[in-house]
């Protein structure tokens, strides 16, 4: 289970966070030759419900944020618990983002575990409406 109470972010985003059980698995992307491993997909897996019924669930409470930076943060303390050299691919919300803070306090966090290994890739869904 990933616990967040350490890192550097607002009581606010911490108290949300809290009340989150997540692990995450990884996929591996693989190069052209269908044999070496380009990247991982960090992919959330909730304790208690489906990735789906939560996102759902926060999207009703106006609370992707709090799944955002849960995505972020835990994906990439697992990613970089396992060791892997290569990159990792992390989803992200069309709707949502880190807040400038947050970002900030991600960088500082990794530092350098992943410079250049960061790829962001923007979900399909929650639709988002401008």
Known sequence: ??????LPLDKEILDALSELSINYVFQPIFQADGKTTYAWEALMRPADKTVTELIE???????????EVATF??????????GYPQKV?????PSDCMNKEEAEAFYEYFGEEIRGKLIVENLEYPYYSA
């Open 1 to 6: 289970m990933i616990y967040y109470d350490h």
């Open 89 to 93: 691919s992390i989803n992200s919300f």
């Open 73 to 82: 943060f835990g994906a990439m303390q697992e990613f970089c618990l396992r």
């Open 57 to 67: 669930e926060y999207t009703k409470k106006d609370k992707l944020h709090v799944l």
